[in-house]
């Protein structure tokens, strides 16, 4: 049992709640709930939920067009023991919206198949007073935020506000006095980059110490990913990682040249601009624009720029895959949903890797290397992948290597441009053991022998600590490598 520290508990009891005349406490079993608006809570704040907790809320729409969005007002579990879990459907194999633990205020949550299922979990220790919620059910995605128009449960986003539910602000800030704004989204000129072309490419036009935005929802949300970035092309590479659902094998582009995302077939992606690609109900849209119409002449206003953002919501169809909406089936844990393994024109299968999370990826002259990761089975890998930025191509690598390091997750993979070696450092083992060896491997350009070895450091045994999910960077001056952060496990070695 870990302590942990929670000394802030009691201050933040005083959050006050809203009148809760829907409150319905954790008692072991579903509650379903079918109104428009109501509080969920494990109980009352204040009082503790009792050890072993498993209580399920499921919210029913009217219809499976509706969103639902789910509000914390308070939360307070033991971290990492005690969860809440949120799902987009009625069971546990909907689409896992998130999971929160410990003393935090999660962001609002929509989902968006008519239904919403809640789980609440506790072990049998250290009880705190749990969460309250707040939900409501709406025709669109948050209620379209007071930024827009909900027609046939599609957000039409009043001029300058964008994404699903109308929260995004196009253009923002004049998109820097750099770009121009064209259907909602800055078209920079040359020279500048971003979503907001807040970003100059001339190093004496560049403020330091500042974030800038580049891109906002335009790939799929992921973690434990990898991302590189590669001069020759002037481009970020990001492949794989996990979406709390499924195991990602796409590789998605981003190029700084014209602050644009491509796949991996070179097809350039685009943001929800206005709306998601949700095709409108004709006689409502009639509706709507009549009601626009007897506005504009009562009160005398210019042409309805509305009329406009309805056009982006109908030919916009790039974001129909990142909606659960309407679609049949679920994923069961580890079933695809995104990744499609590209064919030639013959039709024989690309060779490329397969989906995973956790690998390492890192720099490496003409692409970037790749090794590792965890597979949809659980399993480890010990591949490793080149990926040519020219030819655009993939390349499994090493295959005549006489040792193999062991099929690992959450390394770190570094090359040193004077060696010209990549160096393999610590992660996760197929068991959970984490590594403290530092393998590495010179490739040949001419097809020759590669071969990994292990290195063992001069004079000791080898690193005294076993470490995983750190980073790593090669010094060139010093000709090190760096070794930060991570999770640690001390090795006792026996000095004779
Ligand atoms: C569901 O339908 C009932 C009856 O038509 C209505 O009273 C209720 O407000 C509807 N709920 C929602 C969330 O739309
Ligand atoms: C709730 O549990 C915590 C730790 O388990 C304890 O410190 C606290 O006094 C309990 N509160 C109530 C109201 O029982
Ligand atoms: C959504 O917005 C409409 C119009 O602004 C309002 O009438 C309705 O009550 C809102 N629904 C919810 C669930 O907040
Ligand atoms: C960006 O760079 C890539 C590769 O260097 C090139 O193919 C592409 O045409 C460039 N795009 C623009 C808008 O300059
Ligand atoms: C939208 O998808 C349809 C069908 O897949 C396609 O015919 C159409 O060209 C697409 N429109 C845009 C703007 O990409
Ligand atoms: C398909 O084409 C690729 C290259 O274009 C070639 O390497 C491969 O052998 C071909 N496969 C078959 C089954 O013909
Ligand atoms: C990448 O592909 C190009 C063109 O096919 C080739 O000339 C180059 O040598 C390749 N680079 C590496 C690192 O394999």
């Not at 036009?205 to 434990?224: C, K, Y």
């Not at 409502?284 to 002449?297: F, M």
């Not at 024989?348 to 965890?374: M, N």
């Not at 080898?462 to 999770?487: N, Q």
Request: aromatic content about 12%; proline content about 4%.
């Amino acid at each position: 049992m870990v302590q942990v520290p929670y000394q802030l508990v009691l201050a933040l009891i005083v959050i006050v709640a809203p009148s809760v005349t829907y409150s319905t406490s954790c008692d072991k079993s579903r509650k379903v709930l079918t109104d428009s608006w109501g509080i969920i809570s494990d109980g009352p704040i204040g009082e503790n939920y009792t050890h072993d907790t498993h209580c399920e809320w499921l919210i029913k729409a009217n219809s499976t067009d509706q969103f639902i969005t789910l509000k914390f007002l308070y939360m307070n579990t033991e971290c990492s023991y005690d969860y809440v879990f949120v799902y987009d459907g009625y069971s546990f194999q909907a689409p896992l919206l998130g999971t929160f633990s410990g003393k935090n205020d999660p962001q609002n949550i929509v989902a968006s198949s008519g239904y919403m299922l809640i789980l609440m979990y506790s072990d049998t220790n250290y009880m705190l007073d749990g969460f309250q919620a707040e939900y409501s059910i709406s025709n669109c995605p948050s209620n379209c935020t007071h930024h827009g128009q909900c027609v046939a449960h599609t957000c039409i986003c009043d001029t300058d506000w964008g994404g699903e539910d109308c929260s995004r602000k196009l253009c923002a800030n004049q998109c820097s006095g750099h770009g121009d704004c064209i259907e909602g989204q800055c078209l920079c000129r040359q020279g500048y980059v971003g979503q907001y072309c807040s970003l100059s490419d001339h190093d004496q036009d560049r403020e330091g110490n500042r974030w800038h935005t580049l891109s906002q929802d335009v790939i799929e949300a992921r973690t434990s990913h990898s991302a590189v970035y590669v001069d020759d092309t002037d481009a970020l590479y990001v492949f794989g990682g996990f979406n709390l659902n499924l195991v990602l094998g796409d590789l998605k582009v981003y190029w700084f040249n014209s602050s644009r995302w491509e796949d991996e077939d070179g097809n350039v992606l685009e943001s929800g601009k206005l709306s998601h690609g949700h095709l409108v109900d004709a006689s409502a849209l009639a509706a709507l624009l009549n009601k626009e119409r007897e506005k504009e002449s009562r009160w005398g206003l210019r042409t309805p720029t509305i009329l406009q953002n309805i056009i982006y919501s109908l030919t916009d169809n790039n974001t129909w895959n990142y909606r659960h909406h309407g679609e049949g089936s679920n994923p069961g844990p580890g079933q695809l949903r995104l990744y499609r393994g590209s064919r030639q024109a013959n039709g024989s299968e690309v060779v490329r890797p397969g989906p995973r999370f956790g690998h390492a990826a890192c720099r490496y002259p003409g692409g970037f290397l790749l090794y590792g990761g965890k597979l949809p089975d659980g399993s480890l890998s010990s591949e490793l992948w080149l990926y040519n930025v020219t030819a655009r191509s993939w390349d499994l690598r090493a295959l005549g290597s006489n040792f193999t390091p062991p099929p690992l997750s959450k390394h770190t993979l570094t090359y040193a441009p004077d060696t010209e070696h990549v160096y393999l450092v610590g992660g996760s083992r197929q068991h959970g053991e984490f590594s403290n060896r530092i393998y590495r491997i010179k490739l040949s350009t001419v097809g020759g022998d590669e071969q990994w070895t292990e290195l063992v450091p001069r004079g000791g045994p080898g690193l005294e600590f076993r470490v995983t999910a750190h980073s790593t960077v090669y010094d060139v001056y010093s000709k090190s490598l760096l070794i930060y952060g991570g999770i640690l496990t001390q090795v006792r070695y026996t000095y004779v």
